[in-house]
């Protein structure tokens, strides 16, 4: 990957942005792949029945061509140049497609609102994912994919010192601005580097000021006194508080599907035949998203251009097809008009997440035949090998006591147990590795571990709980085993307990962890 300039620590908080030097011209390229590689290019934007330059290359701008340019005069100054329309339905629709793009690398990527082609990036909880290097390389790879290999990455502790270490000039892809090192980052910066609004910069450039330290010098009360809110903001991001944090993409609308009618209809019977229909898109596209309807609205428009609204609110979540139909049809079936319908809308008025739930086959009534048919159906589309039941084994080792058996077909001594008491709490769950991995350990003296060395997240002390001591299959040369298992509790910030355990020939390995 790209050069880094340094590998910090996590804090609680880790913000990333990412930005595409040129997005635009970049969007504009791949629109036009007949433009030739190294041809000096312009976007034009049109406003009434001006045309002025929006954009220019490193090309155009070394012919003469200038931002705010009118478009004939850089037409005659580069006879050679390119113009391309400047679009920013396409500059969102590409700055959308990114972010998707961007979110296998991260988990919350959200595009900034005043500059197409970056992204806040939720930079936290990365040190069992190859840390902010690991990261970094996800990200790039991402952008390179999506045909954007310029971009380029910044890692802070606030919003305001990511966005300006992503906008410094330099060689290098990646910054990783140290943790608790964002107000000595800034201090060196111009103003430019600061979010702020164009009054309070030339007001401070008025006065003579030019660099982000020569701000924070400045009297706590003065920027509020003169700009309010807004002073206030500047002082404190300059001294490196930035309370603003990525927050998601405002969700998509919720579905809504309509059936307009070739000829209108005196009452509402003859609509149920069209309902199903309707049903069967909404019900798909609320599986899509994975949501279930918590509130539908049935609406009616009439020849007289009135409307009946009709809001219905299930006694649980639906988004199966066959549900939502008998809902909304035992509603439509008692609707009376004034007046012929001509369409019928369904819409999704507040929805939820949709939530799996393990169904209790001992939980009461259950129909065996239905059972089997229900197996027949998941084999017939997903294999022999879908549904599962636990096994236990006779085994003292714990990644052994148990295995998971395909169930083929319905037991016919499949007994129904009575609904038992609700269970205690649950205990922490031990989470196994497929296989041991090699585990550095430091042992003191009197041999207990006291330091490991993740593959993520360098040396941690430990205070060791064990050994428990396993041994057995001695009848079997190539199922021999004897070994001593460690719980090992991680002393810091995040914590948590490693399943560890020491070979006979006294090498570690990580096998697991508690959750």
């Known amino acids: 990957m790209a050069s880094v300039e340094r590998r910090v620590g996590l804090p609680t908080w880790r913000i990333g ?26 976007l034009i934007e049109e406003k009434g ?91 790039l790879a991402e952008a390179a994919a999506a045909g954007f290999p310029e971009l380029k990455l910044a890692v802070a ?16 892809a990646v910054r990783l601005v140290p943790a608790g090192g964002d107000a000595a980052f800034l201090a060196r910066l111009p103003l430019d580097a600061l979010d702020m609004g164009d009054e309070v910069r030339d007001a401070l450039l008025g006065l003579g000021l ?32 930035d309370p603003r944090r990525p927050e998601g993409r405002p969700p998509a609308p919720l579905p809504r599907v309509a059936l307009p009618l070739d000829e209108p209809v005196d009452h509402t019977a003859p609509l149920v035949f069209g309902l199903r229909g309707i049903l069967d898109t909404l019900a798909s596209r609320l599986i899509a998203r994975g949501l279930s309807a918590t509130r539908l609205v049935l609406g009616l428009r009439l020849d007289d251009r009135s409307e ?15 549900a939502l139909f008998e809902l909304c049809r035992d509603r439509l079936e008692r609707i009376t008009v004034d007046s012929p319908v001509v369409e019928l809308t369904v819409a999704v008025g507040a929805a939820q997440p949709a939530v799996a739930e393990q169904a209790n086959l001992g939980a009461g009534r ?63 769950i031990r989470r196994a590795l497929p296989e041991p991995v090699p585990l550095p350990v430091r042992l003191d003296a ?23 001591r396993l041994s057995g299959g001695w009848w079997d040369p190539a199922g021999r085993y004897a070994r001593e298992d460690w719980r090992l509790v991680l002393l810091g910030d995040e914590g948590g307990v490693l399943w560890a355990s020491r070979a006979g020939d006294g090498a570690w390995w990580l096998r697991g962890w508690w959750d």
Do not use: K, Y
């Open 17 to 42: 942005c990412a930005r595409v030097p040129r997005f635009a011209l970049a969007v504009a390229r791949q629109a036009h792949p007949e433009v030739p590689p190294h041809a000096p290019v312009a």
């Open 49 to 139: 029945t001006r045309s002025r330059v929006a954009a220019a290359d490193a090309e155009a701008q070394a012919d003469g061509v200038q931002v705010g340019q009118a478009a004939a005069r850089a037409r005659a100054g580069c006879p050679g140049l390119v113009c391309l329309t400047w679009d920013p339905a396409a500059l969102r629709q590409a700055t959308l497609a990114l972010a998707e793009r961007l979110e296998q690398a991260a988990p919350l990527v959200v595009p900034l609102e005043d500059e197409p082609g970056a992204f806040w990036i939720d930079a936290r909880g990365m040190r069992w994912l190859g840390g902010e290097d690991g990261l970094a390389a996800r990200v």
């Open 157 to 172: 502790d606030t919003a305001v010192a990511a966005r300006a270490a992503v906008r410094l000039p330099g060689a290098a």
């Open 210 to 241: 030019r660099t982000v330290a020569e701000l924070a010098a400045l009297p706590p009360g003065a920027l509020e006194a003169r700009f309010g809110p807004e002073g206030r903001a500047a002082l404190r991001r300059a001294l490196g508080f």
């Open 308 to 322: 009946r609204v009709e809001t219905l609110e299930p006694t649980r979540p639906l988004h199966h097809p066959r």
């Open 366 to 428: 259950w129909d065996p035949r239905a059972l089997e048919g229900a197996l027949n159906r998941l084999h017939g589309r997903f294999g022999q090998a879908v549904v599962f039941t636990p096994e236990p084994r006779d085994d003292p080792r714990p990644e052994a006591g148990g295995a998971w058996q395909a169930l083929s077909e319905v037991p016919l001594d499949l007994q129904v147990p009575e609904v038992a008491a609700p269970p205690p709490a649950p205990a922490p």
């Open 446 to 468: 009197h041999g207990q571990p006291t330091v490991v060395r993740l593959a993520m997240g360098g040396w941690q002390t430990v205070r060791a709980h064990g050994p428990e």
